[in-house]
């Protein structure tokens, strides 16, 4: 898709204080990208695909001060943007799970999957989260890395503590009434891990607002007792 377009299928929200998510509607489903800002620094928080990530950065980020792009993880819709985010910005520092690295350099198949992901990259690209910078960079934008795999190995949702806002990636989705659901299922490794790590996040981080990848905003107001259905078992149906 030609950048074009992405003035009108991109739906900028404000999340909080530091944050604002990019909603890009490709009709089948919505794909999404969130700016940090901390102390004058920009953070772009996945890369979606195609143009998206030179796109918010041309448009909304005066690149000199881009600090570092953070990714929940590998899969195409998320990771995508990196190859012509470094065509523009070589040096920007790319942050990932090293969990993640046997996938996104094509080493293996994501669990599941029968072939490799078709854009692969040098590992050369990417900071790992774990890393000691990787860790620093997390400081200065503000947030901390949350281990939360399941829908891919080394999936992580990214909490900023002074806004009280957990950017999930793709750990849920939420449906067109805006209630939270399940990842999807056909693009998640582990869905029982993936549950698992959802109930942890939400028992974690009570109140805190959670922003969803492919979906909307969802207030964490589930006490342990009124966590959805399908949380706790994955074989119930939750549509
Ligand atoms: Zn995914």
Redesign the pocket.
């Known amino acids: 898709m030609t950048t074009l377009f992405y003035p009108i299928i991109t739906k900028k929200k404000i999340i909080s204080q530091h944050i604002e998510k990019f909603e890009f509607n490709l009709g089948i489903m919505v794909v999404s990208c969130w700016r940090v800002e901390q102390e004058g620094r920009y953070y772009l928080i996945d890369s979606g695909m195609g143009k998206m990530a030179s796109y918010l950065l041309n448009n909304y980020m005066e690149n000199q001060k881009l600090g570092a792009v953070f990714l929940t ?1 590998g ?1 195409s ?2 990771i995508g943007g990196v190859v012509t985010l470094k065509q523009s910005f070589p040096n920007a520092p790319v942050l990932i799970s090293q969990l993640e690295f046997p996938y996104i350099s094509g080493e293996k198949p994501y669990p599941k999957r029968k072939k490799t992901e078709k854009k692969v990259f040098p590992l050369s690209t990417f900071l790992s989260l774990e890393s000691e910078s990787g860790q620093q960079l997390q400081k200065d934008a503000g947030i901390e890395a949350v281990f939360t795999p399941g ?2 190995p080394g ?1 992580h949702c990214f909490y900023h503590a002074e806004d009280d806002v957990l950017i999930a ?2 750990l849920f989705t939420t449906n067109g009434a805006g209630q939270l659901k399940p ?2 299922k056909q ?1 998640t490794a582990d869905l029982p891990l993936a549950l698992k790590s959802g109930r942890t996040i939400l028992e974690k981080y009570p109140k805190s607002l959670l922003s969803i990848c492919h979906g909307t905003e969802v207030e964490n107001n589930f006490g342990e007792s009124e966590q959805p259905a399908w949380l706790t078992n994955p074989t119930i149906k939750e549509q």
């Open positions: 993880h899969h819709d998320h829908h891919s999936h990636g793709d990842p999807m693009y």
